[in-house]
């Protein structure tokens, strides 16, 4: 798993960074839509979670996404997270990682966090033809369902890099993409504590954190991240809870 952790850093620090600029600049013209949004199209009943009743509308709530799991450092954030009792939602890729750790996909499942998909491979989906984008997103929604008894509705995209074809692959499969707001580059350093200033300084209300707990310096900085954070009055949220009492729909985009 260092071997992978090492390998995403690399392609993060050389690939990553302009990918994820581009994508999160508006200079694509993706449409997406806001937590704010989504709740406001909504009906008026609010959604319940294992952490408790929280109504986004009324207080400030962020949401922590972790990319690229489970590896060897996510049962550590797993005891983090239920330590502070803040849920959180993971976008898990198949290869390497569901397959590998079956136990931590459940034990997230069990413990009230949000299991949703990476893709299989980590491919580019936009440099794919639409039976590979099938195939991709097909193989860890199988997956998830069988160890926890229930398909995810949830995926982000490989680099935040989407299209009209990803789009329509995702309404079939049932899943709605999720992007992100803030991100720490947590690629590009092993050093917790500027990961932590990194997100503090990006984070605001409906936040979408974007953190991977396969590299060595972020789940250090979970602690720190989520006290700040609190001392500033948000509530952790999942992603759904988020959009609360809205529901993310297949094939939307949202950030």
Known sequence: MKKTGTAFRTLGTLAATAALTLALSGCTGLDTTAPSAARAQAATDVR?????????REVKCVALTFDAGPSEHSARL????????????????????????????RRMADEGHEVASHTWDHKILTRLGPEEIREEL??????????????????????GRTDDTV???CRELGLAEVLWSVTAKDYTTTDPDLITRRVLAQASRDGIILLHDIYDGTVPAVPGIIGALKERGYVFVTVPQLLAPGKAEPGKVYR
């Open 48 to 56: 319940a979670a294992r952490f408790g009743t929280v109504d986004c």
């Open 138 to 159: 097909r193989r860890p929604n199988q997956e998830i369902a069988r160890l926890t008894g229930r398909p995810p509705t949830l995926m982000r995209p490989p680099q």
């Open 78 to 105: 797993l005891d983090i997270l239920k330590e502070k009792r803040v849920p959180a939602t993971f976008f898990l890729l198949g290869k390497r990682h569901i397959e590998k750790y079956p136990e931590l996909v």
């Open 167 to 169: 789009h329509e692959i």
